[in-house]
């Protein structure tokens, strides 16, 4: 998920840019004091932290903790607070998903408490270039080095032995965006997605970063392939899931695929497709939360648009 500010957006009106400002995603930010960071522990040392942004993968082990993803720079005590209760290690390595601040605002707390973050390589040149965008009073992607991951991987399959045990970092196909990780736990049989998945409600797809909704809906195919019976899924956002929850969330995208392709090919404009609520249906069971129909159906439209596909 990501977060633009208003300001943004005014600034790109000012530097009198022509481009179509892309759809945003207006988040309300929470009272970061009354905040709570819930802790599920998926056996094999291996937790789930769960709170406003991004959830966090842990995986504690005799010599320190592997942390997948870092949740808003807001809530650092609280997730370390959390940590703390799992293990009395320090975090040695934290995995970025990918590059949103709900996941990544918290790497610079770790890293300089020693902590290795490691990234795709597409990840590490968005937060640079975020970076080389912001100045010293930014609030998200600060210049300075110790924001960026120090660590990038390529294509295919990584694999850690930490704990005695097994975790693979498998750079996914173009889906949320064009540099997503998931992370496998092996033993524990616990497999985390980042924002490819959410579990319980609509997706946000960074297209302007490589992601897409054919990569997604693509994307549930190999998803469900690594997953087993017993399979927990940590989801980007929402709770634990398992592989069935994956075929439903699929289903669900490719009936808003669908029908965003059938408003194109009938010569919707996106304002119109909007206006005629196309996914009344689907919003009782996944509308509920920050991701509301009109974003999705934007960003639907805008990518099938951008692409020539669900027109004549
Ligand atoms: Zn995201």
Redesign the pocket.
């Known amino acids: 998920?990501?977060v633009r500010s208003w300001l943004w957006g005014l600034a790109l009106c000012a530097a009198g840019t022509a481009a179509p400002a892309a759809p945003e995603l207006k988040m309300d930010l929470p009272d970061w004091a009354a905040t709570p960071v819930a802790d599920r522990d998926l056996g094999h040392g291996v937790h789930m932290l769960e709170s406003f942004g991004?959830n966090i993968g842990v995986l504690a082990g005799d010599y320190g903790v592997l942390l997948v993803d870092a949740e808003w720079p807001q809530l650092n005590d609280k997730v370390r607070a959390a940590v703390a209760r799992i293990s009395d290690r320090p975090v040695r390595y934290v995995v970025n998903t990918?590059w949103?601040w709900?996941?990544v605002g918290g790497d610079a707390e770790f890293a300089r408490g020693g902590a290795l973050v490691i990234a795709s390589k597409e990840t590490y040149r968005y937060i640079v270039a975020e970076q080389a965008r912001s100045d010293a009073a930014a609030d998200q992607y600060p210049p300075g080095a110790a924001v960026a991951p120090a660590l990038t991987v390529d294509s295919g399959t990584q694999e850690f032995h930490l704990a005695g045990q097994t975790v693979q970092l498998i750079h996914a196909p173009p889906a949320?965006?064009d540099g997503d990780l998931i992370v496998r736990f092996v033993e524990a049989d616990v497999l985390q997605t980042?924002?490819t998945y959410f579990n319980g409600f609509y997706p946000?797809i960074?297209f302007e970063h490589g992601g897409s909704i054919d990569g997604m809906i693509a994307f549930y195919d190999t998803l469900y392939a690594l997953c087993g019976p017993r399979t927990r899924v940590i989801p980007?956002h929402g709770p634990v899931a398992s592989r069935d929850d994956i075929r439903t969330y699929q289903a669900m995208l490719r009936e808003v695929r669908r029908r965003v392709a059938a408003g194109i090919s009938a010569g919707m404009s996106e304002q119109a497709l909007i206006a005629s609520h196309p996914l009344d249906d689907l919003d009782r069971t996944w509308g509920g939360n920050l991701v509301k129909q009109p974003y999705l159906l934007a960003i639907v439209y805008e990518d099938l648009k951008s692409k020539g596909l669900g027109g004549r």
């Open positions: 998920m990501r991004g990918h949103h709900d996941h949320h965006t980042g924002d946000d960074d980007g």
